[in-house]
T-cell receptor
Framework: NAGVTQTPKFRVLKTGQSMTLLCAQD?????MYWYRQDPGMGLRLIHY???????AKGEVPDGYNVSRLKKQNFLLGLESAAPSQTSVYFC????????????FGPGTRLLVL | QKEVEQDPGPLSVPEGAIVSLNCTYS??????FMWYRQYSRKGPELLMY????GNKEDGRFTAQVDKSSKYISLFIRDSQPSDSATYLC????????????FGSGTQLTVLP
């Protein structure tokens, strides 16, 4: 099993450009999450999904959109990138059973110039 | 005020030392407490998980939760250079979304 994979690993964008980050999991998890990690701020939840076709806002959703068309995939979109979105983005997934853990992907480093 | 506060360090200790990592939280609804370990340029991985108050031991690692003082601790005995990483505490309340609230992480270096 590959677990949670993320594409791309690293990307440089110019202000105003758009891009999509792809997360895939092969563990048949219902829940999927997108976090961003910034120095001194820890991991902050951007959006999450509790099942195929569902999405919900997390702590810092502004400037991002998500889609969960297939159970195994969770896409994070930046429509018009801003320098404040320079960060490391992590995807995670989990079961629905109470007390389960979240499994994280390796991260995508994004630099917005 | 952040819901979960964690001293960012960095913390350097000699090999074999006992390490104590700590977090405080403010939300009384938090019932699940976790410690994640994150190696440089990698994703976090779950290290310890506890429910409500009490201690949990796993090898050289002990997680401790004191809900009365809203204090979370991770102890590492006989620390090894391979323990060098950033340690993130995380909590959540019961609910359908399973949303985690993370501390900012403590960077630990164990010197050989």
């Amino acid at each position: 099993n590959a677990g949670v994979t993320q594409t791309p690993k690293f990307r440089v964008l110019k202000t105003g450009q758009s891009m999509t980050l792809l997360c895939a999991q092969d563990m048949n998890h219902e829940y999927m999450y997108w976090y961003r990690q910034d120095p001194g701020m820890g991991l902050r939840l951007i959006h999450y999904s509790v099942g195929e076709g569902t999405t919900a806002k997390g702590e810092v959703p502004d400037g991002y959109n998500v889609s969960r068309l297939k159970k195994q995939n969770f896409l994070l979109g930046l429509e018009s990138a801003a320098p404040s979105q320079t960060s490391v983005y992590f995807c995670a997934s989990s079961w629905t059973v109470e007390g389960e853990t979240q499994y994280f992907g390796p991260g995508t480093r994004l630099l917005v110039l | 005020q952040k819901e979960v506060e964690q001293d960012p360090g960095p913390l350097s200790v000699p090999e074999g030392a006992i390490v104590s990592l700590n977090c405080t939280y403010s939300n009384s609804a938090f019932q699940y407490f976790m410690w994640y370990r994150q190696y440089s340029r990698k994703g976090p991985e779950l290290l310890m998980y506890t429910y409500s108050s009490g201690n949990k031991e796993d090898g050289r690692f002990t997680a401790q939760v004191d809900k009365s003082s809203k204090y979370i601790s991770l102890f590492i005995r006989d620390s090894q250079p391979s323990d060098s990483a950033t340690y993130l505490c995380a909590t959540r309340s019961s609910g359908s979304a399973r949303q985690l609230t993370f501390g900012s992480g403590t960077q630990l270096t164990v010197l050989p």
